[in-house]
RNA sequence: GCGGGUGUGGCGGAAUGGCAGACGCGCAUGCCUUAGGAGCAUGUGUCUUUGACGUGGAGGUUCGAGUCCUCUCACCCGCACCA
């Protein structure tokens, strides 16, 4: 019999949905639950965005995350293991634009696609779960959601510079702009001020900061992304006084008035050696500042070039520092100096306060502005003397350690104690304080455009901004029939839709045209698996608590910020709104590599695309499925090789053929003596060497399997060593083990053993010839355990060296004592001639291992 | 610039501080076959081959280093005027 994938693989995906095999109920409601049950696991890969068909990216994750619920099961686990798609967004909407057909229609079209793809590839999925975001079912609770937070004040209006993409025609995230460019379309991306809608993710950075220690296993790089994307700083906010002048506020200042700034610092400790001051060009006071004065027209220019220079430019760091004198100085709170005020545009309005002191003779960038300017530089911090040119003055800014120097009664002080001490000093003056800053921005979650989540808000003359009441929900995408976009969102100009009424009041009403970012929807699909059918809640408390959180994420390290980030936002919102009971969602993640081919990443444009589809037809499903997990590390890049899914095809037709054969001897299968494999436990006093060999083989191929699937996530080397018992076991035919009883039973242990690893690799064939051998559901058999008597040979073979280097082996006893082995290994010839007339120095035993000999 | 990572045969890759190159691909020779992009067997790091040398390079620790430490080079990823 000929191995067949397409004829069995279909045959069992049959069979699986039919009998709704990995379909998994929840528990019983009621059940006395409370939290997460002990036999509970889910697992889940980031479900996918149905922008045509499946990729070989998609089938690596999805059989990854695969092979680990399907050897959970086997593991006695109850396993969620759902499957949904991220529908919202811009790729079908641009196909609307393109057709003019509703977007919803090619989203469904590619969603029937992948989920044709997925259960060709076999993937152990609980259907019945499905999620799609861009259902009204769904959608309604992403509203529902944004409803609650908006109650709680964490999804708040305002006007803002905000990155606005040219191309898309909408805003974007911080988190969506890649060095200044749309991440989507690299188009750059403007500056624009609008009014929009923000969650306060910023209120949450110090605990999704200080979360990172409740997550059992995330990649360090992911931690590390995340830490630097929330960028926490400490130091001091520190208030400068900008003396009033003539013509600032009326024509005659009062003596000693002054207008406050306060800048952000790490640095209150180099105080003394501010020199200068720098506003961001965007800064409000700039105006104020120069307005009636003489440099007015001067600065005024300079702002406007500035704020007129893409983001890119202004961001490189190799573009020289840019910037003009006021005319206007600020008070240096420690000297009580006045320090000339510029504006700059290496000083960015978005981080801090848009203001900063200036410390040249400490900082790179002031230094270099300095320079530029002719700007006094006042060192601070003893500086060593190779920042220094022969007349001792310094030709670069000094940032290291130190001790305050020229810094009146701080001199003396290291760095740390004077950043306390200086600011505690400025505190009792009311003039500073201890501050933190972060990086992090709030979420620009409006996009406008149409193929998103309504924002479920609505505007009336009277009431001013009023939320959709709850049971008004959802608030449903209206059909419209042109979708570019032109601005403002499509929704925008269909008129019936956006004009209403009031619940307030009664009165007209305009509604929200703008819909939500699709990581809103993704933010929290994880938690509806738990309950999908549930249209009366967002999810079922009980059903979260029993199953969530995720045990096992996997994911591409692309969404390294964005939607894991965001997910752990969500997630701690929603605790505090007493929604779930758990603040991290994802307690284990693993991001794969991508799949290269031909040196590049797969793309229709390079034309260097892998189809799914054609390996899947010409290979079967548990080739493709073994292929990219065997490529190599599941966490590195790999590039694909028609030549290696050949072998790996080849690979499993020798299985095949080795369990077919056996089954036709009547090794294994009904004919076989011998009871349930589970039971298989050889009692055989006394095993043959070569049927020993076998056994051992065996348990350590066990032993070494569950180590590299279920922690390791190891599957290569997994696979590698199913190859290496397949090999064993031909190998032991081909040299007569069939030959008694005893050499039967042991094959069929082995072949057993080999079809039960192989399995969630192999899922297809794994049920086949689990069949063939007379056995029921595989996928509910126990995984196998390996045998504590049959985990070593009875003899090992060790090497022998002379001062490191392997000059003979010796076959010893497994337990041999060292005596016994030291007394062997130098009689042997090829040790005894480096031995004449030497003298032995040392000798080291490693059992099992080695000897080394070191002589002299 | 800062942070993180990776460098091992012709290729993908294996190796709790203990015999470098498991496993697979490719290649070579032979067998089988009407045929082979099938199957089987054997071999396959390099070299000046009784042996020596080999994990980007240079040092170091150790009886012993791909693995640990220091320096260095190359490449990749992330952040990038973050005050």
């Known amino acids: 019999?000929?191995?067949?994938?397409?004829?069995?693989?279909?045959?069992?995906?049959k069979v699986w949905a039919e009998e709704k095999t990995f379909i998994v109920p929840n528990a019983e409601p009621g059940a006395g639950l409370k939290g997460k049950g002990a036999d509970a696991t889910y697992v889940l890969e980031m479900f996918p965005y149905p922008s045509g068909s499946a990729h070989m990216g998609h089938v690596k994750n999805y059989t990854m995350g695969d092979v680990i619920a399907r050897f959970r099961r086997h593991q006695g686990q109850r396993v969620l293991h759902p499957m949904g798609y991220d529908a919202f967004g811009l790729n079908s909407e641009n196909v609307a634009i393109k057709t003019g057909e509703p977007p919803g229609k090619f989203t469904e079209e590619a969603i029937a696609t992948i989920n044709r793809q997925l259960r060709r590839l076999g993937v152990a999925i609980d259907w019945s779960r499905e999620v799609v975001t861009c259902r009204p079912e769904y959608y309604k609770w992403t509203q529902w959601l944004f409803l609650q937070f908006y109650k709680k004040g964490l999804a708040y209006k305002k006007e803002a510079p905000v990155n606005w993409c040219p191309s898309c025609q909408t805003v974007l995230a911080n988190e969506q702009v890649i060095e200044g460019a749309c991440e989507r379309c690299d188009s750059l991306v403007a500056a624009k001020k609008l009014t929009q809608w923000f969650f306060r993710i910023t209120d949450y950075a110090e605990r999704l900061l200080r979360d990172f220690d409740k997550l059992e296993s995330w990649p360090e790089r992911v931690v590390t992304m995340q830490r630097n994307w929330i960028g926490k700083s400490t130091g001091a906010d520190v208030v400068f006084a900008i003396p009033l002048v003539r013509g600032d506020r009326g024509d005659a200042p009062v003596p000693g008035a002054t207008v406050n700034v306060t800048v952000f610092t790490t640095r209150p400790d180099t105080l003394f050696g501010a020199t200068f001051f720098v506003l961001a060009p965007e800064h409000p006071l700039v105006e104020d500042l120069v307005r009636g004065q003489e440099r007015e027209q001067e600065v005024m220019l300079y702002v406007a070039k500035a704020m007129g220079t893409s983001a890119i430019e202004r961001a490189s760091i190799e573009k020289e520092k840019t910037g003009i004198f006021t005319g206007r100085y600020a008070v240096n709170p420690v000297t009580g100096g006045k320090i000339p005020i510029f504006v700059a545009d290496y000083v960015l309005m978005e981080y801090g306060t848009g203001a900063i002191m200036a410390v040249p003779a400490h900082d790179e960038r002031d230094f270099a502005f300095a320079q530029k300017y002719g700007l006094e530089v006042v060192e601070v911090i003893s500086t060593p003397a190779e920042f220094k040119d022969e007349s001792g003055r310094l030709t670069s800014a000094y940032a290291g350690d130190g001790v305050l120097v020229n810094s009146g009664h701080f001199n003396g002080l290291s760095k740390a104690e004077a950043i306390v001490k200086v600011t505690e000093w400025l505190r009792d003056q009311g003039k500073a304080d201890f501050a933190v800053n972060y990086?992090?921005?709030?979420?620009?979650?409006s996009r406008q455009r149409y193929w998103g989540a309504p924002i479920p808000i609505l505007y009336c003359d009277k009431c001013g901004e009023v939320p959709v009441p709850e049971d008004q929900l959802p608030v449903l995408l209206p059909e419209i029939t042109d979708y570019a976009p032109k601005?403002?969102?499509?929704l925008a100009a269909a008129e019936q839709w956006v004009n209403t009424t009031c619940p307030q009041c009664g009165g007209p009403a305009r509604r929200e045209s703008d819909t939500m970012d699709t990581f809103v929807d993704s933010s929290w699909y994880f938690l509806r698996y738990a309950s999908p059918w549930r249209s009366d809640v967002a999810f079922d408390r009980e059903a979260v608590d029993y199953w969530l959180p995720v045990d096992q994420y996997i994911g591409g390290v692309e969404h390294a910020i964005l939607h894991l980030m965001y997910s752990r936002f969500f997630t701690k919102v929603l605790y505090d709104l007493g929604l779930v009971g758990f603040e991290e969602p994802f307690k284990n993640?693993?991001?794969q590599g991508m799949i290269y081919h031909k040196g590049a990443k797969m793309s229709k444009s390079k034309g260097n695309v892998v189809s799914p589809d054609e390996m899947v037809a010409k290979y079967g499903a548990d080739s493709v499925r073994s292929y990219v997990l065997f490529m190599g590390p599941a966490e590195s890049d790999a590039e694909w090789n028609d030549q290696g899914i050949e072998g790996i095809y080849r690979f499993l037709g020798r299985v095949w053929r080795q369990v077919t054969e056996a089954v036709d001897e009547g090794i294994v299968g009904p004919s076989a003596p011998g009871g349930r494999p589970a039971d298989v436990a050889f009692?055989?006093?006394?095993?043959?060497?070569?049927?020993r060999a076998v056994l051992v083989k065996t348990s350590q191929v066990v032993q070494k399997a569950t180590v590299d699937v279920g922690q390791r996530f190891r599957f290569n080397t997994a696979l590698a060593a199913i190859m290496e018992?397949?090999?064993?076991?031909?190998a032991a035919r081909t040299a007569g083990l069939a030959r008694n009883e005893a050499g039967r039973a042991v094959l069929r242990h082995a072949l057993e053993t080999t079809v039960r690893l192989l399995e969630p690799f192999a899922p297809h064939m794994g049920a086949e010839l689990w069949q063939l051998m007379g056995y029921g559901a595989i996928w509910d058999e126990p995984w196998p355990q390996p045998d504590p008597r049959f985990l070593a040979l009875e003899t090992v073979e060790m090497a022998v060296q002379i001062n490191g280097k392997v000059r003979d082996r010796v076959e010893v006893a497994k337990d041999a004592p060292t005596r016994d082995v030291l007394a062997q290994a130098k009689s042997l010839p090829g040790v005894a001639k480096y031995l004449e007339g030497k003298t032995l120095v040392k000798e080291v035993v490693v059992p099992g291992r080695l000897v080394n000999l070191v002589v002299r």
Do not use: C, H, V
């Open 1 to 13: 019999m000929k191995y067949n994938p397409e004829q069995i693989e279909t045959k069992w995906q």
């Open 439 to 445: 990086k992090l921005r709030d979420w620009l979650l």
């Open 487 to 490: 601005g403002m969102s499509p």
């Open 589 to 591: 993640l693993f991001t």
């Open 683 to 691: 009692d055989q006093e006394t095993p043959t060497a070569a049927e």
């Open 725 to 730: 018992l397949n090999n064993d076991i031909a």
